[in-house]
């Protein structure tokens, strides 16, 4: 008789629906089952093994998903410490802090009439709606926030931890930036100018000359200074975009200047976006281990799939954790108060 | 003060993350986010209206779905009656006749190397592997079987019935074919000649022949005649490909000989390819009103999501209905047996 | 000095825009860019070197290729003999029927009103639309040729040639269809059933019971035989589907009974779908190997591409080769008139 | 007789393959086929009318366009203003800055093994290669050059503008930066902490303290006011991300502040990301109609396809208009070289 073959080991197992199963129940039966669906339970597997180990995870944010109903996950994430540090888009942010203010997004459509929209002074994100009056008034409210601050440059880690805790003060409604600055836990967002927040920025300083400096690059200091001072680290990415390479470029940058850091031990990627048109978004973790940017015995998986899908059931799935996990988690303790931030009592 | 916009009315509801949400619980949740999440919600809602009102549903399905592990899901589809005719490439049901006799596909890698693979004799399709001397026997299996028959034409209908029929004998096993075969659910194979199924039948012809032959042209007109006789359809496609347009074309040409009909009442799809490149796979379900393949007041959605991630969770939130919208749904009985099948004990 | 990197041998060249470079200027330079531009332009080289060599050439195509647009590149690549053996969908070859009866499709647009659409009797794919009264009549003039010929069941080979047969008695303009008949090259259509050529073949059996049989399965023993006979074969696709299969299916159900054959020496395949979902038409060359559809020292490229793009291009690049390239081509000699056909004098 | 639908007015002309068509001969015909080749067709004819209008042309560039060898066609559109203003990420300018100082991207493999690449000190971007060595050296470059600047922020503009010119004095080599510094066109880089640039400048400043700074929100300011002073732009976007946003964010911030802002007038967008998943990436022009991005009567197109192929077909074609075309333009005038800009003589 034949010997069976090293390729053909574990087979797999379909999938069977039963009545009730919860999230972390469809999940386990997903891991053998094949593609995308096998992809996000490794996913689960994976994040879960970071919550068991001694690494900074990194959470990368990109694409519509505060404006599209995830930004109470995401919050969650943050303040049960399921993540230790927030990379970001600013309209992320800014639609987070649209919500945490008492506006809202809308049910819309896609097949809207734009022109129509435009007259009524509605904006569109694909079948979701707002109100552009809120969002000039949101404009305001951050400008004149920042005109308020005494005028010097901010990294946009200390701005936003700033702006959390205003909006905390003046709301005490979860989201992800007062959950981020009640749980201590730091944003980055390289790219804040291509953003409503951005826009507000540039207000204040029409405001207020002096006002309105941000210091990006004070960010890659401190976001490679976050890696060198505790060099196992993870990273969880949700849409590509410039969150997505500002954590892989600040382990990079951080091994430039450290023998102990050598790319991130653990790897989970939600994107939609794919690898062969070459661009970030969508390149593969493979790829990212020829920059060192990733180790090359990373745990690792790539979901192609929409975080509107996945998000929820992963998340889901990952809230049934044994509450332990979390608390004997060796997360970092960081501060952010201060124009210099600290992590586990080093200066960054 | 200003009144609000008739666009701003249904606030977007971010997912909130609770303990042990169910599939059903998380699918309610995502009836108030956006993009494809919310498109799965929709899904979820359309088939319950399925279920509660009187029409004939067809399911469709295209991609590896068997191969990767979601065969049980449609066999549970089919025998709690969910659907009540199936149209399906030739390779989902190979690959399931395949683990009904006992054999499988295992869990491999997109990054293995094929040449090695070709040399020891497994096949791949991404990250799944299989024996090629399985499919050998299977092939072998499918073509004595065809040879047995009486030499005559059949209809994928007809001999997929067959078929099934000597599967459930040979094996009492569970899985698309043999739930169809028990539960009276046609299956229609329209490209049957590209898969495996038209391999191992185009064997049989060179051990007997005569064998082997299959009338697809009579697919068109009993799949027409179906509508015909119960003009009120609903229409879930799982990756597009032929099964998607044979539903489709099915309503059109029942429209040709009959007033009654006029498109599909309700249709799902959850498909990965795009409308903007033309192909039928990816177009719309708005497109399909032009063609008259749905009604324009029609309730619909299309899920832009892999199969492997969309189908587990929305069909465990189905399980999760009552029991008795099952039992009381106003299904069609069909017999299947003889050369022609009734519906509603009404010859086609 | 460091030894340069066995991996940096030759450097991108930066493409260099100049007035007037004609279509295989373009492509040349495109081959030391990067991403699907330098894919594109290896599909130039790797189709140029099959023409050089003595390989049977499959040109496979799937999408609304003939609706939109290129039924006539594909009538040239046949005319020409760049290719010696179409498989298609059924409604590539209706289309084109369509234009060759003199009939067209029209420029519309993506953003039209179905449902008013539907009222007037438009059929849209995409952004084009047609005049359904118009398909229906040629539905019925397809039933009218079906009726008429001696009912017996005919593979889809014979079948299309016959049916190019008369549409260019009839219209005497180049086409797919006409072409094909005129240039003796066959063509296979497995999933014919699935287009509105079945549903003219269903409404012959209407008309005239006995006729409308098509033998799908002697076109999976024919399509077989054909590479049996002559070995060396290669394989051009565009857009995957059930073309794509039955081509590679065609030289794994040859390699069962000649131990000649060991899959395809070139392939070429223009996608748009990608792999990750598991589909059949998004598959890599590489699985492809696995399967030995594909020798595994072939030269291959897959280009990621909507062919309305790329085809165009290519083949006003592959028109400036040396005429003689083709008149020396060793090309297989066909003949098609029969119940039987012919490669090279020997019958299939 | 009934009257022809006004839906149905042009026919799709099948494109007509000839010898030796150039790339404006090739568009020009695929003006009337359907699908992404007509979009593309459609970009160039809306390019050439922007050419004739007066317009401010915004370009913005995403993806690895520069690694992947169409960094020349960049500088080209510059040199000859066909645009005159460049929004880009930062990794587009240092890879164009990494060939300019003479250093290559290879020709790679998208199947390479990472971690031997990465053991070997090779940078992988989908299929193409370059040595880390020599990005480190760009890196220490940049710092170089960074650190001497005087000590202060600096808009991307401004920094941007300075390293062009010493780029252009130590290499007197054409390139992105060197053309846009000679032509006096800006380019803004709202992302550039998220790049390698990003790095070398946060390697300024740990040489120099009180280098190194960048100030991000004067861009904001700058690229608006670009707009107040001449509010008729056009937009031509190439693959999404941050340029994409900033370009539109631009004209809605202007509007702000100015009445005779109402968005751009033409838009053209070559990307490969999809609306549905909600990102701003992929989004439609038509939404962006509904922001005030692009006013409503605007001429615009989208098309998905790769740059690498449709760059070079779409650029080659534009070479082909009479030259008289670009010189009778009517183009802004800038100057660059001091802290604050002009445009047409007016201050920013």
């Known amino acids: 008789m034949k010997k ?15 009545h009730g199963l919860t999230a972390d129940e469809i999940l386990s039966r997903m891991e053998r089952i094949s593609f995308q669906g096998r992809n996000l339970a490794i996913a689960r597997r994976i994040w879960r093994k970071m919550l068991d180990d001694d690494v900074t995870i990194f959470l990368g944010m990109a694409g519509a998903l505060s404006a599209g109903g995830l930004r109470l996950i995401v919050a969650r994430l943050i303040a049960d410490r399921y993540v230790d540090c927030l990379v970001s888009t600013g309209a992320n942010l800014y639609h987070d802090l649209h919500e945490t203010r008492g506006k809202h997004h809308y049910l819309g459509s896609a097949q809207a009439d734009d022109a129509m929209l435009a007259q009524e002074g509605i904006d569109r994100v694909y079948d979701t709606f707002a109100s552009e009056d809120e969002f000039i008034d949101n404009d305001s409210w951050i400008a004149e926030f920042a005109a308020s601050l005494e005028p010097r440059p901010y990294t946009t ?81 949700l849409g590509g975009g410039t969150p997505k390479n500002f954590i892989n470029q600040a382990s990079v940058q951080a091994e430039f200047f450290s023998d102990d850091v050598s790319g991130h031990r653990y790897a989970v990627q939600i994107v939609t976006d794919v690898p062969h048109f070459g661009g970030a978004s969508g390149s ?65």
């Open 4 to 18: 069976p073959s090293r390729f053909l080991q574990t087979p797999i197992e379909p999938f069977a629906v039963d």
């Open 157 to 237: 880690r200390e701005f936003l931890y700033l702006l959390g805790g205003h909006l905390w003060t003046t709301t005490e409604r979860d989201g992800i930036l007062t959950s981020a600055y009640r749980a201590n836990v730091p944003i980055f967002c390289p790219a804040i100018a291509d953003s409503s927040i951005g826009m507000g920025l540039s207000q204040a300083r029409q405001k207020v000359p002096g006002t309105g400096y941000i210091d990006i690059i004070g960010d890659v200091v401190e976001s490679a200074n976050v890696i060198i001072r505790r060099p196992r680290t993870a990273s969880v990415v």
């Open 284 to 348: 593969s973790l493979e790829e990212a281990q020829s920059w060192g940017k990733l180790a090359t015995d990373s745990d690792r998986v790539s979901v192609q799939a929409d975080a509107t899908i996945a998000l929820p059931l992963l998340v889901s799935a990952l809230a049934e954790v044994d509450p332990h996990v979390l608390t004997r988690r060796r997360k970092p303790v960081l501060t952010l108060a201060y124009r210099i931030m600290t992590i586990d009592e080093q200066t960054i």
